[in-house]
Nanobody
Framework: VQLQASGGGLVQAGGSLRLSCVASGQTSSTYTLGWFRQAPGKEREFVAAVSWTGVSTFYGDSVKGRFTISINSAKKTVTLQMNSLKPEDTAVYYC??????????????WGQGTLVTVSS
C-alpha cells in the first residue's frame, strides 16, 4: 500500500487546513485509515482514524471537536479537516493505513508526512 499525503502548510492560529491522503496499490476494505503527527522532540501522536466504510471514527483527545476525518472509499482518499488550529498543532502529519505506534515500535503502512505549521 502506498499513501500520498498533501495539504500541509503555514496557517495562523485559529485558522483551518485540510489534509488529504490517497491510498494506492493493494488496499483492503478492512483497513483503518488515519493520521498521526510528530512535533519536534516529541513522540508520534495519534490524531484521528476512520474505518474504510466511514462508519467508525476515532480522535485523539487533543483534537476532538476541532478536527474531522472522513473517507471517500471509492476514491481511496481520506481527508482531515483541521479547524481552530493552535500553535501546538504544529507537527509533521503522517497518513497511515492500520498504523499503530507502541512505544518505539511503529507498524502498518505510512505515508511520507506533510508539515503543518501554526503561527501564533
Amino acid at each position: 500500500v502506498q499513501l500520498q499525503a498533501s495539504g500541509g502548510g503555514l496557517v495562523q492560529a485559529g485558522g483551518s487546513l485540510r489534509l488529504s491522503c490517497v491510498a494506492s496499490g493493494q488496499t483492503s476494505s478492512t483497513y483503518t485509515l488515519g493520521w498521526f503527527r510528530q512535533a519536534p522532540g516529541k513522540e508520534r501522536e495519534f490524531v484521528a482514524a476512520v474505518s474504510w466504510t466511514g462508519v467508525s471514527t476515532f480522535y485523539g483527545d487533543s483534537v476532538k471537536g476541532r478536527f474531522t476525518i472522513s473517507i471517500n472509499s471509492a476514491k481511496k482518499t481520506v481527508t482531515l479537516q483541521m479547524n481552530s488550529l493552535k500553535p501546538e498543532d504544529t507537527a509533521v502529519y503522517y497518513c497511515t493505513a492500520d498504523g499503530v505506534v507502541t512505544g518505539p515500535e511503529i507498524r502498518g503502512y505510512w505515508g511520507q508526512g506533510t508539515l503543518v505549521t501554526v503561527s501564533s
